[in-house]
Every structure is written in C-alpha cells, then in structure tokens.
C-alpha cells in the first residue's frame, strides 16, 4: 500500500452550511409527493404515530451513525468501512456505485420532467388532459419495457441542462458549490413551499383535501403493512444507505454538533412532509369539490399525483399557471439539492482512494452518469425507471442499512462511536442507542428485506415479466455488487488510514 497522503479534505464554512446541505439531501422529490399520498392511504393523521416511532426508532439512531462514521473515520463510506475493517471496504463501494450509477441516473430525469413542466406551466401546456399529455405525448410510453423506443426530445434537453447543474456545484466543490448552492436552495424551497400551502387553503373545498389529509382512521394501526411503510418511509427519506450523511459528517471539523445536527436534519426533513402535504391535498379537495368527484377518485400515487393531479387543479384554480410554476419549481429545487449529494459520494469516494484530481472526477463522472440517463428519456423508460428503482431502493438501500448496523454494532462496537459522539457534542447519547443499532434496526429493515423477496417470489413486481424483472432489475442489483468488490479489490494509491482532514482543522474549529 502505498504511503502517499490524499490532497486535504475539502471542507463546510460553517456547521449551518452542514446543515442545510445535509436537510437538501434528505428532502427530495418524495417528501412532496410520496409521503402525503402514504399518510392518506395508511390511516390519514394516525399515520403520524407509526411514522415517529419510525423515526425515533430507526431514522434518527442511523443517521446518528452516518453521520458518527463519516466524521469519527473521516473519509467518504468506502473509506470509512475500510478503516472499520479492510475486509468491509465493499460495502461502501457498493452503497456509492449502485446509488450514482442507478438511483441519480433516473433521479435526474424526473427532475428534468420538472424542467419540462416548469415550463409549460406558464401556458398551461398538458392541455384539457393532463393524463393522456403525460403519457402519450410527453413520455410517449411504449408497449413494454423491451420496446425501448426513441429519445423524447424534450426530456433529453431539459437532462442536459439537470446534469449541467449537478456539474457545477460539485465541481465549485464543497464549500463554494454544494455549501453556497443549499443556502440558496433551501431557503427558497421553503418559501416557495409556505406561499403553496397558504395559497391552497384559500381554495375551494381546501378543507375536504385537509380532512381527508390528517383525518385519523386508527383502524388501520393494526395492519403490519402500514408500520412497514413507515419505516421505509423514513428510511428512504433520510437518503440512508446513500453513503451521503457519511461523507458529509467527514467534511465537520473535529468538534462537530453531530447529535444536534442529526436530530435538526431529521425534524426538518420530516416536518418539512407534513407541512408540504396541506398544499398537496388542499389542491386534491379543491379537484375533488370543483369536478364534483369523491377525492379517493382524484388522488393518483407516486408520479401520477405530481405530473396529472396537480396539473389538472391548475387549469381549474385561478392563477393557476403561477400556482403550477412554483410547484414544480420547488420540485425542481428539491430534486436537485439531492442530485448533487449522490455525485459528491461518489467523487469523494475516489478521490479518497485513488488520489485523482476532484474536478477531472466530477467532469468524468457527470458525463458519465448523463449517458447511462439516456435509457430514461426514451419511451420505454417510465418501466425501466420503475423497475430500477424498485430493486434498488426495496433490496439495496435496505441491505446497506442492516450492514451498517451489522458493521457498527458487532464489528466496530457502538461504544466506538458513542463516546466519539459524546466527546464532541454537547447532547450526549445514551446506551439506548447501542441496543437499536445491534438489534432493533436490523430486526426490522430485515423483516421489509425478507417481506419483499417475499412478494418478488410470489410474483413478478408490477405485473411485469420475470424477464424484465430479472433483467433489468436483478441484473442491475448484481452488476453494481460485482463492481463494488472489483473496486475494493483495487489497491490504494493513497493511505487510506492517514487521509488527511481540512487544513482549517488543525487551525482552529469551525463555528
């Protein structure tokens, strides 16, 4: 191995510059558009007692370890698992790989629909009907996943203009790009989001969207699907297992607020759902009592919701096409601000280990990650996407998660990084922390894992082909694995023991 240093680790100008970086990777697209659709479909407002147990149980004890990892290892995941134990590197590489070469590549699509809708907000450009625009015009969805179909034009422009963006904050790097563009990002996204929520309450029918929204049908307690829901939801929302919130943590300087920093960025993030959700179902009541239609009828899940509810209500409310433009701006923002952190873990993830230039690595990587897009804009891509996406957020996300835990819990020793925590933050964290680690986090992302390939065996996921689903989902769930070990397997060109940390660090702390 070689004894060569890595170049300094860049770092945050301040610890609220950490913060609203970290907050823009968790909030994404799904905080506006999956979490209302799941509390309305799980027992309205009861859906927020499984949620917080979720959250408290679950959400906030690993990301207390991402985060813990990241700065106490001080490197990005491959980094840091190697330094737990050489033997474990290719966990990390595998979190890296399989989230920029699998999660951004569609990720940054939608985000480009967003451009795309953006725009033809201001002329209200789906038309009388936003459904058939969608999926016939504007995706031009072929048949099948095989019938791959041409490039739609105006999502491949719009994509180039997402990757251009991502390009450049993370080449400005750290804290010149991702740091100033969240300043920039969040609070905007959330002003943005305020003038939605107090906008749609003064709709029409408002109330009927609300009630339906928060109304507590704790019936639907009882069922284990809906405590499953809530916490993939959190899970998937705190972007775990991302290797994110790692190489974040690693950029603090060595007397970091990391308890206070986890806490902040889960509240934000989750409260941040809550509060969006009154602007997305304010607007299904006012469909629902404009159109004369029972609200179960005009709430569509998931894409649906973002790309033919909401720009139905828009031709019908009152300046609507303003009302349409900030709703898929704050999309737009929110997409973004989460497409650059899963390029800078990859970035740093290699420059860490093989001590190449950071701007000729983003170049690369961005490149890259825009070709591997591609598949996504054509007419097959809305079924490659959904298949993608299913593998790897129901079976890779999860599986890192439990050997993180695995990891940290019975390699490492969760006293490690408790007395790490508790030396450098003034909240300290107690031995409750060592028992959801070892035993509770694993024991329930391990029921959704098994409840999953469960339902895989029984049937092929979304009445797809065993084909497709194998093909293109299983097959990508392998190659990216078999990538991760080809990458740890490759020798460092620098010490990754010694990787140095900010020259600030040794100066003085960061306030």
Partial sequence: MSEKLGPKREHWGSQIGFLLAAVGSAIGLGNIWRFSYMAYANGGGAFLLPYAVALFTAGIPLLLLEFALGHERVGSAPTACAKVSRHWEWLGWWAVIFVMFGIELYYTVIIAWCVDFFVLSFNLGWGPDPNAFFFKKFLGLSGAPGHIGGIQTAIFAALILVWLANWYI?????????ERANKVFM???FILTAILVFWSLTLRGAGVGIMAYLTPDFSKLTSPKVWIDAYSQIFFTLSLGFGIMIVYASYLPRKAEITKNAYLTAFINCGYSVFAGFAVFSVLGFMAVTQGRPLSKVVSQSIGLAFVAYPKAVSL????????AIFFLCLVMAGLSSSVSILEAFVSAMVDKFGYPRKKVVSICSVLGFVGSIIFTTQGGLYWLDIVDHFLTHY???????????????????????????????TPVGPWWDLLIKYFVPLVLGVILVGDVYHEVTRPYGGYSWAAVLGI????????????????????????RKVQVAEEWEKEEIT
């Fill in 170 to 178: 993370v080449y400005m790097g750290v804290g010149k790009g991702i």
């Fill in 187 to 189: 609070p905007l996204l």
């Fill in 317 to 324: 409310m009152p300046g609507g096409n303003f009302f349409g």
């Fill in 396 to 426: 890779g996300l999860v599986s890192v998660g439990v050997l993180e835990a695995i990891l940290v819990g019975w390699l490492l020793g969760t006293h490690v990084l408790r007395d790490h925590i508790n030396r450098v933050s003034s």
């Fill in 473 to 496: 989902g299983a097959n990508w769930i392998i190659l990216t694995m078999l990538l991760a070990l080809v990458f740890a397997s490759r020798p460092w060109r620098v010490d990754y």
